[in-house]
């Protein structure tokens, strides 16, 4: 069935870069995504990226995707104390249902 | 972007009663979704809410226990049925804005605690 993994503890120092890693088991996902959770909040969509594409970035956030690995991640440069939280990876389901499947999260700790 | 508004955004329930969770969307949306997630875990798809038509439920849920609603394209209901402790979590409404090839987008999520 379908998987999502992700490794559970990063922590960096503030001004350094942070990479989230992923991997997933549905090669015809349409959709990869990540979602930051601060602590008592709800899921705030990050970024996306479409299969078809190998990079995207935003400001600070750059996705790679590597299909042939099945293999995504997020770095986020210059992170900073505010970016503490939870990121969650999810794939979405081929055949287009909206179903997403999501990783355990990653909580990123951000140390002064 | 799709404005995603959930009622209740925490409760206290004693066992065996039920809850209604709302969720309000500010625009149409074609999909709408609710998901479940336990202490400590990820996130976990309940079912799709259909609009006039039963919800479409994922492997382990069951309409008795997580009756849902969505009378137009703006709107649904989860009802949390005969409460128990497992059931202590955080419901998230999520929906998909547009047309399908749009990302989901979550609610802030109902934390509900069962004594």
């Known amino acids: 069935g379908e998987d999502v993994e992700q490794s559970l503890f990063l922590s960096v120092r503030e001004g350094d870069s942070s990479v989230i890693n992923c991997t997933y088991t549905?090669?015809?996902?349409?959709?990869l995504y990540w979602y930051k959770q601060e602590p008592g909040a709800g899921l705030q969509l990050l970024t996306y990226i479409f299969s078809n594409m190998d990079m995207k970035q935003d400001q600070r956030l750059t996705v790679l995707l590597n299909k042939k690995d099945k293999h995504l991640s997020l770095r986020i440069a210059d992170t900073q104390t505010g970016d503490s939280a939870i990121y969650f990876c999810a794939e979405s389901i081929s055949g287009n249902t909206g179903k997403l499947i999501f990783g355990q999260g990653t909580t990123l700790q951000v140390k002064p | 972007s799709a404005v995603i508004s959930q009622k209740p955004s925490r409760d206290i329930c004693q066992r065996g009663t039920s809850l209604t969770i709302q969720c309000q969307v500010d625009s149409q949306v074609t999909m709408m979704f609710w998901y479940r997630q336990q202490p400590g875990q990820s996130l976990t798809l309940i079912a799709t809410a259909n609009q006039g038509s039963e919800a479409t439920y994922e492997s382990g849920f069951v309409i008795d226990k997580f009756p849902i609603s969505r009378p137009n394209l703006t709107f649904s209901t989860l009802t949390v049925s005969n409460m128990s402790p497992e059931d202590s979590s955080i419901y998230l409404c999520?929906?998909?804005?547009?047309?399908?090839?749009?990302?989901?987008?979550f609610g802030d999520g109902t934390r509900l605690s069962i004594l």
């Open positions: 549905d090669s015809s996902s349409t959709y």
């Open positions: 999520s929906v998909v804005p547009g047309g399908s090839n749009q990302p989901q987008h």
